[in-house]
């Protein structure tokens, strides 16, 4: 490259997978939204996708939508939801500041964005929406829904609609910050919520520890703002650290006070400090609108790698209604849109308590899809104003699901899958 200030801003391809595409290479400029780069594109073939029959198009409306989170892990599985609908031909765009293979392979074009974290992030994804008419965004990290909901007067500006939960920042402040989520729901909500407290400070943390019964009782901390499983570790002084070395794979999830403190220092990012819950782990797909909830869909986490939920069942069971008040109460508390994604864990007396909430699409959401719950598409629906409030929901309860490794391979201007060996 001539100017090393210059950076490969985006990477796209067409695919035959949409009949309203075409099938020859081209070649296309994004303007420079910002000063401090220059954005090239190229064009990259997808593997060839079976054509849909005329006949089972027709009437079909045609759509523009944008993914963000082209490589995060619900990516490739909240595409495949979207590609299920009937009611719509969706072009799907897929962004992320990142890009792999499967980025390409997906989705109908791959787009490379500044970080998320970045001030340029927000004004990039605008532009990307007004060229390439994008009518609805969902976006499904974490760190993109606040500089969205900053934003929104200016994706509308631009004939788009992003499916954020809420609108206000603030309140998006409030669901991303997990000490100020118990805070809020414990507060204003009146909800149950596990004990907790926090620390920034070595002494602090001793201090929260202690009072929650460590080291005789587990003790679980994670940072206040993070996203997935990043920062989560469960404080257990009676793991036997020789058996977890021989006999388990090295999640990293237990650790000591001790050990956790010769990482983090004397001074550190707040950390939530919070009692350890015994009993089963529920993941819950909240489909809402304005504060109405539609659908409520728990799982149970069976198998967890690399906190992606790789086992799982839907489960309709004896802390159903528990988990649909709670559920609801969110969802009414935050004047909530769209999909809430929420975490909640049995207690010692077996009522299943809140643990967070994820205000995006979830890693696992296609067991929903699976279950009878297509949120993606039904998200899609309700940021056109077109999802049909009257929709009831037969969820397949019981459902299992095991998430196996499927490969995406790239050569030269080319992405195949296993399936096309």
Not at 261 to 280: C, D
Request: net charge neutral.
């Amino acid at each position: 490259m001539k100017n090393q200030i210059s950076v490969l801003l985006s990477l796209a391809f067409r695919s035959p997978r949409a009949s309203h595409l075409s099938n020859k290479h081209s070649c296309a400029t994004l303007n420079a939204h910002v000063g401090w780069f220059s954005q090239k594109v190229h064009q990259r073939l997808a593997r060839p996708i079976e054509p849909v029959h005329a006949s089972e198009t027709y009437g079909m409306r045609d759509l523009t939508v944008l993914v963000t989170g082209a490589t995060a892990p619900g990516f490739v599985s909240i595409v495949k939801a979207l590609r299920k609908s009937r009611k719509y031909r969706m072009r799907i765009i897929g962004t992320d500041f990142r890009l792999r293979p499967s980025s390409f392979h997906f989705a109908d074009e791959a787009i490379l964005l500044p970080d998320n974290r970045s001030s340029e992030f927000a004004n990039a994804l605008i532009e990307v929406c007004e060229k390439k008419h994008v009518d609805v965004i969902l976006p499904i990290r974490t760190d993109d829904q606040l500089p969205i909901c900053e934003n929104l007067r200016q994706f509308r500006e631009v004939d788009t609609e992003p499916a954020i939960v809420v609108t206000n920042p603030r309140l998006m402040r409030t669901l991303l910050d997990k000490k100020k989520l118990l805070e809020y729901s414990s507060r204003v909500l009146d909800l149950e919520i596990p004990r907790f407290a926090s620390a920034s400070t070595r002494t602090d943390l001793e201090k929260a520890v202690e009072r929650l019964g460590y080291p005789d009782r587990p003790v679980v901390v994670k940072p206040s703002l993070s996203q997935g499983s990043r920062g989560f570790r469960i404080l257990d002084a009676t793991k036997d650290r020789r058996t977890l070395f021989f006999e388990e794979k090295p999640t990293g999830i237990y650790t000591t006070l001790d050990d956790l403190v010769s990482i983090v220092g004397e001074r550190f990012p707040e950390l939530l400090v919070m009692e350890y819950l015994p009993g089963k782990e529920y993941t819950l797909d909240v489909l809402c609108r304005k504060g109405r909830t539609f659908a409520v869909v728990p799982r149970l986490r069976v198998r967890m790698t690399g906190g992606i939920t790789t086992g799982g069942i839907v489960a309709k069971d004896e802390n159903y209604e528990t988990l649909h008040s709670t559920a609801s109460a969110l969802v009414e508390g935050f004047g909530a849109s769209y999909n809430l994604g929420m975490q909640l864990r049995e207690s010692d007396s077996g009522t299943p308590l809140l643990l967070e909430i994820n205000p995006r699409l979830q890693g696992t959401t296609i067991i929903s899809v699976a279950a009878g719950v297509n949120i993606p598409e039904l998200m899609v629906q309700m940021a056109l104003r077109e999802y049909d409030y009257d929709t009831r929901f037969d969820v397949r309860w019981g459902l299992e699901m095991d998430r196996v490794w499927f490969e995406v391979f790239q050569f030269e201007e080319r992405t195949w899958a296993t399936d096309d060996l």
